[in-house]
Antibody, heavy 117, light 107 residues
Framework: EIKLVESGGNLVQPGGSLRLSCAASGDTLRSYDMNWARQVPGKGLEWVAHITASGDTKYYADSVRGRFTVSRDNAKNSLFLQMNSLRADDAGVYYC??????????WGQGTLVTVSS | EIVLTQSPATLSLSPGDRATLSCRASQSVGTSLNWYQQRPGQAPRLLIYDASDRATGIPPRFSGSGSGTDFTLTISSLEPEDFAIYHCQQRSKWPHAFGGGTKVEIK
């Protein structure tokens, strides 16, 4: 069974950048399409980005398109989210999750991003 | 873009009670509707997919129903570990949006 662990969350100033990572263990990440989702604590979930197993196709939420980039390194069993031009409303807990046919099967525990001056 | 509205926002119940949670879509999603449970301080976990199919390891007290625009998650008899936030999510069209969540709290 695959296990996912996110890292890279931190406090960053508005306009700054962060790179989140999602490390997989227990199975090979290359078998899975992957998603990033985020959640303001106490609020609902928001899908952020999607990448196919091969990395050939990527989708983004309108709110992050042009600022965020999803990528993966299947050889290192890792998924990434490069976040640029961060805004206050980008703050929250970011989760990576395996994704098949629109279903989020396995989630990581999340990493907290705080955007504040 | 399909919008999912969950109601109520908060449900105050006692252990042993029956919980009925609603998720309404702004347009038909067929049966392409999933439910997730999120316990305090934890990541979400898949409960129900395709409106009514329980995920692996999910106990039978959880059941899902509905099609088109109206969906229901029912917990037949609440256990202490069921007090959590429940999210619905549609997979009919991109973006695969989530609802705002329903918190089931102890009365």
């Amino acid at each position: 069974e695959i296990k996912l662990v996110e890292s890279g969350g931190n406090l960053v100033q508005p306009g700054g950048s962060l790179r989140l990572s999602c490390a997989a263990s227990g199975d090979t990440l290359r078998s899975y399409d992957m998603n990033w989702a985020r959640q303001v604590p106490g609020k609902g979930l928001e899908w952020v980005a999607h990448i196919t197993a091969s990395g050939d196709t990527k989708y983004y939420a309108d709110s992050v398109r042009g600022r965020f980039t999803v990528s993966r390194d299947n050889a290192k069993n890792s998924l990434f989210l490069q976040m640029n031009s961060l805004r206050a409303d980008d703050a929250g807990v970011y989760y990576c999750a395996t994704h098949r046919s629109g279903i989020y099967y396995t989630w990581g525990q999340g990493t907290l991003v705080t955007v504040s001056s | 873009e399909i919008v999912l509205t969950q109601s109520p926002a908060t449900l105050s119940l006692s252990p042993g009670d029956r919980a009925t949670l609603s998720c309404r879509a702004s347009q038909s999603v067929g049966t392409s509707l999933n439910w997730y449970q999120q316990r305090p301080g934890q990541a979400p976990r898949l409960l129900i997919y395709d409106a009514s199919d329980r995920a692996t390891g999910i106990p039978p007290r959880f059941s899902g129903s509905g099609s088109g625009t109206d969906f229901t998650l029912t917990i037949s008899s609440l256990e202490p570990e069921d007090f959590a936030i429940y999210h619905c999510q549609q997979r009919s069209k991109w973006p695969h949006a989530f609802g705002g969540g329903t918190k089931v709290e102890i009365k």
